[in-house]
């Protein structure tokens, strides 16, 4: 997904638009629909590049590899990165109305716990188990 991407700029115009004729007694109903959007989008493009490496892996042992490459795991993390990121969205909005400021610091540590334990999956002396292939 383009960093400028023309309709989504649109979706955001939109949205302030309708906060200017609507008034703030909207705001979260707003703010909540332009972040539905943003987090399509951003599924689409990581669907989109999901598919390709699965294509790509999937040509890779077509031609007679006898394991398609990982690049030691970079695809794994990004993609966990990105979905921790999309979830970290309504985690954060449920954990700051419900436990206020609290409530939103434990649902960033918990984040960055689970993001720190993947990530360690992946660093020479963290490895405690092969990494898995697609003949398992």
Do not use: C
Request: glycine share 10%; charged share 25%.
């Amino acid at each position: 997904m383009d960093t400028h991407d023309p309709e989504l700029k649109k979706e955001l115009n939109a949205t302030l638009q309708a906060r200017r004729e609507l008034g703030e007694d909207y705001d979260s109903a707003l703010v909540d629909s332009f972040l539905e959007k943003v987090e399509q989008r951003l599924d689409g493009a990581a669907d989109k590049r999901v598919r390709r490496q699965l294509a790509e892996q999937q040509l890779v042992v077509a031609r007679g590899a006898s394991q398609a490459r990982t690049h030691d795991g970079f695809a794994e993390r990004y993609g966990f990165g990105i979905v921790s990121l999309i979830l970290a969205v309504p985690l954060s909005g449920i954990a700051g109305s419900l436990g206020g400021l609290p409530g939103l610091i434990a649902a960033w540590l918990g984040i960055v716990a689970v993001n720190t334990v993947h990530s360690t999956r992946f660093w020479p002396w963290g490895r405690t188990r092969r990494p898995s292939t697609w003949e398992d």
